[in-house]
């Protein structure tokens, strides 16, 4: 390890969650330029672990290898009294979640060619991540393991860039028995990781193919009333028809999304590259001209009308705690980190808590994922995208639980309707684990025991 020759300025708090702090700060470099980045201080309670940490470390080796216009650069890795710092790129705009809420309040969908676009981008990122190479022109192995929505950021300028590589890995496959780590977005899982099989690029290529379908449907796809019949929802991989809920889509375009959704790996779209291939010809057969000046455009006119909300937080903390623990930031060395195993494994009922929602959990205004005419089990509205869980253990007890065995499953929580003024504040009530009332008559009788035994030993006195 050695000390970082930059210092980082905290300017303001951006985000926060479950799994980290977000903050807007600026460096200056040895001439004294400043440059704008972002700070991720990852939370102290999931770096107790140390198999998170060697995963974590491995994979923000990795992630710093990955320089292009699509992903965000990864500056600086470093530690500070046991608390871990990421320093990326900011990006100056909004993640594809926000903007899909701004759009669902005003009652407006995408552009088709935007929504496509942004997939097309999404697809230029992970193909130059799925095809990276060591030096000696071996595959690295990169997969995201998390594309959804928050992980999708769109600039003020038009760029469309995946975030999140150093994380993905490490907080989805951690065993971890503290409540409420992330254990990955449910809806965005590929069926084989919902079955607990190993993945492959080809996971990515799946979620990537989800958010295609919800921007142009705008509908969630893969959402059940639990994160129990979400998964099952997964692992069946039955797709509702895309040009059932917009007219502008041709058969063409469906059988792309489709082939991307297609639930066996080895029928789906091979690579990252060949889908976004299968994109840019559409548009190109179809006359079809976008560029990252259409979605600048589209964008600034969506965001003009926004009134950018900062975040309250505790000013002494933010420039005193905050601001001393990356004042020591150490910058760490990644190069002799050694691999991490990643053995999967399947989910359990233990994986899938009832869905409450963090500080970090967003609710987005879209239709139903499915009609009641359907499917009246599948009619759900405005559940959060991030579902908590606990450890991935064996697969067998959430069979029996989504067969009906298991009585004692987890209720669903219920439906939330919340807007973007407020969802940082969303909440679920709390379950109670057992009910007090049957204790009272046991305590009434053994007060009303204690008694007669004190009454009787009066009398003989």
Request: proline share 4%; net charge negative.
């Amino acid at each position: 390890m050695s000390n970082p020759a930059q210092k980082y300025v905290v300017l303001e708090k951006l985000d926060s969650g479950g799994m980290a702090e977000v903050f807007r700060g600026k460096v200056t470099g040895v001439q004294g330029i400043e440059k704008l980045v972002a700070i991720k201080r990852v939370l102290p309670s999931l770096t107790k672990n140390e198999k998170f940490v060697a995963m974590f470390l491995d994979e923000a080796r990795l992630s710093m290898r990955l320089n292009h216009a699509n992903i965000v650069t990864v500056f600086d890795v470093g530690v500070a009294d046991n608390t871990y710092f990421i320093v990326m790129e900011f990006v100056d705009g909004v993640n594809l979640r926000k903007l899909l809420e701004i759009l669902s309040e005003r009652g407006i969908r995408l552009p088709l060619k935007v929504a496509v676009f942004i997939i097309m981008e999404v697809c230029k990122g992970l193909a130059y991540a799925h095809e990276k190479k060591d030096q000696q022109g071996r595959p690295i192995g990169v997969v995201h393991r998390d594309i959804s929505p928050p992980n999708v950021l769109i600039s003020r300028s038009g760029e469309v860039k995946i975030t999140d590589f150093g994380l993905a890995k490490a907080t989805t496959q951690v065993e971890f028995t503290d409540p409420g780590v992330v254990k990955g977005k449910f809806s965005y899982l590929s069926p084989e990781a919902a079955e607990g099989q190993p993945v492959d690029h080809r996971t990515d290529i799946f979620a990537a193919g989800i958010l295609l379908y919800e921007i142009i449907a705008n509908r969630r796809l893969f959402l059940g009333k639990s994160d129990y019949h979400t998964v099952e929802l997964i692992r069946q991989a039955k797709v509702p028809s895309l040009r059932k809920y917009n007219s502008e889509v041709d058969e063409e375009l469906e059988a792309i999304v489709m082939t991307a959704l297609t639930k066996e790996p080895s029928q789906r779209s091979q690579s990252a590259r060949q889908f976004g291939d299968a994109l840019a010809d559409y548009l190109f057969n179809h006359r079809m001209k976008v560029t990252i000046y259409d979605l600048q455009e589209f964008l600034g006119s969506v965001l003009a009308e926004e009134v950018t909300e900062k975040i309250e937080d505790d000013s002494d903390l933010l420039s005193g705690i905050i601001q001393q623990e990356i004042n020591n930031i150490v910058s760490l060395d990644l190069g002799d980190v050694p691999s991490f195993d990643d053995g999967a494994k399947p989910l359990s009922d233990k994986d899938l808590s009832s869905a409450v929602p963090s500080d970090f959990d967003y609710q987005l205004h879209l239709h139903d994922a499915y009609d009641e005419e359907e499917d009246d089990e599948r009619t759900i509205i405005d559940v959060p995208y991030h579902i908590r869980a606990d450890i991935i253990q064996n697969v067998d007890s959430l069979e029996e639980i989504l067969e009906g065995k298991d009585s004692q499953a987890a209720p669903s929580a219920p439906p939330v309707r919340i807007n973007t003024q407020s969802a940082m504040n969303a909440a679920v009530e709390p379950r109670s684990s057992f009910n007090l009332y049957w204790l009272i008559p046991i305590v009434l009788g053994l007060l009303a025991g204690v008694g007669a035994v004190v009454y009787f030993f009066v009398l003989n006195k």
